[in-house]
């Protein structure tokens, strides 16, 4: 089996109000919209990828996970565009971790210093 996309879902009750919030959180468009009102995607890296899906049943309840480049960087563009990530927490060897949840309380978490191998 050969895998070329890893795609996270996240589940929201309002895709109008979530599409906006995401649209600001990534400081663009969606990549794709295959199923307007209730699917945007979000390209993230070359293979991984966040889709936005209508689902109100399941919304509040997503984790996903961003490693970024520069955390302090990232937590404060966030701010700039009004956006509320938590404090920056170092957690072990090195990582440190922010989160800031999208208007259904699904939690999105940057990491800093992320690696493969500790």
Do not use: C, K
């Not at 969606?30 to 919304?59: S, Y």
């Not at 509040?60 to 970024?68: D, I, Q």
């Not at 009004?82 to 440190?96: H, K």
């Amino acid at each position: 089996m050969t895998i070329d996309h890893a795609l996270a879902v996240v589940s929201v009750s309002d895709f109008d109000r979530s599409h906006r919030w995401y649209e600001g959180f990534f400081n663009r468009p969606a990549t794709n919209v295959p199923m307007p009102g209730q699917l945007a995607e979000w390209r993230i890296t070359n293979g991984g990828w966040l889709q936005m899906h209508r689902e109100p049943e399941h919304a509040g309840h997503s984790l996903f996970n961003l490693a970024v480049d520069d955390i302090a960087a990232a937590v404060a563009s966030l701010r700039d565009r009004d956006y509320e990530p938590g404090d920056i927490v170092g957690v072990n060897n090195g990582v440190s971790l922010s989160s800031v949840t999208d208007p259904d309380g699904n939690i999105i978490t940057l990491i800093g210093n992320f690696r493969e191998d500790y």
